[in-house]
């Protein structure tokens, strides 16, 4: 059991409070996922808007208690280094492991790995907040220039947040937070409890449970959802 990622005690909760509870996440589902050593940036951008960028995003929507949308931008390597690490801690051989970012299978492991990630920081949230927000399934795009995304969700006066980490051989990736503006005020002292270690998140994915759709199926669904969450 792992005690809960502690967000800066104050006694308005702000998105870069939220935003902490989310780099967490990333770091443990990463460093489960046999990604060790994976740091963020100390520093966090504001920005205007979301985007998804080369060479691989990944987003998820949410809603709830408060709504909003989380992106993870990939570079190749990154990308890479993550699918790798991850598949070989699984025992799989590296003579069966794809070679570049736009397989297929790349694609379907890095949506698995963004599933967890939101996923363990829902269940942050429903335990540090005292709030439920429910996620949407995760669409990737291996993607060759910038691409402005518009999805089907209204925010109110989003706030929107980027962090970069590092993985352990320096390659880089983007994280990126946009919410409603929100802040949760603590009415009174409660008790946190104690959070699900994340090796059982990762055990009940897809690969696992040998449940797996297989890499043609799954991209052209992908795909149609995609475009409908543009609204394309």
Same mark, same amino acid.
């Given at each position: ?19 902490? /509870? ?19 940036? &100390?520093?966090? *951008? ?7 960028? &080369? ?6 929507? @949410? ?7 989380? /992106? ?20 799989? &051989? ?17 949506? !698995?790995?963004?599933? *967890? ?25 291996? /993607? ?20 970069? @980490? ?29 959070? !699900?270690? &994340?090796?059982?998140?990762?055990? $009940? ?10 890499? !043609?199926?799954?991209?052209?669904? $992908?795909? $149609?959802?995609?475009?409908? $969450?543009?609204?394309?």
């Amino acid at each position: 059991m792992n005690k809960l990622a502690t967000a800066k005690r104050s006694r308005a909760i702000t998105t870069e409070e939220v935003l902490l /509870i989310l780099c967490h996440s990333v770091n443990e589902v990463l460093n489960n996922a046999g990604n060790k050593k994976v740091e963020y940036s &100390p520093m966090v *951008q504001k920005i205007n808007k979301t985007c998804l960028r &080369p060479d691989i995003g990944c987003f998820v929507l @949410f809603d709830g208690g408060f709504s909003g949308l989380v /992106i993870i931008n990939f570079t190749a390597e990154a990308a890479m280094e993550i699918y790798r690490k991850y598949l070989l801690s699984m025992g799989m &051989p590296e003579s069966e492991l794809a070679q570049f970012h736009t397989s297929d299978e790349v694609g379907n492991v890095m949506g !698995e790995i963004m599933n *967890q990630i939101v996923g363990d920081f829902t269940n942050k949230v429903r335990h540090q907040l005292r709030t439920s927000i429910t996620q949407s399934q995760p669409k990737m795009m291996a /993607i060759n220039k910038q691409v402005q995304i518009s999805v089907n969700t209204t925010l109110d006066q989003p706030q929107s947040r980027r962090v970069t @980490f590092n993985t352990e051989d320096n390659n880089i990736f983007y994280l990126e937070l946009s919410m409603d503006k929100t802040e949760f005020i603590k009415l009174h002292d409660f008790d946190e409890d104690e959070l !699900e270690n &994340p090796d059982d998140i990762l055990a $009940d994915n897809p690969r696992h449970s040998g449940k797996r759709a297989t890499p !043609e199926a799954r991209s052209n669904n $992908d795909h $149609d959802d995609l475009m409908n $969450d543009l609204g394309i």
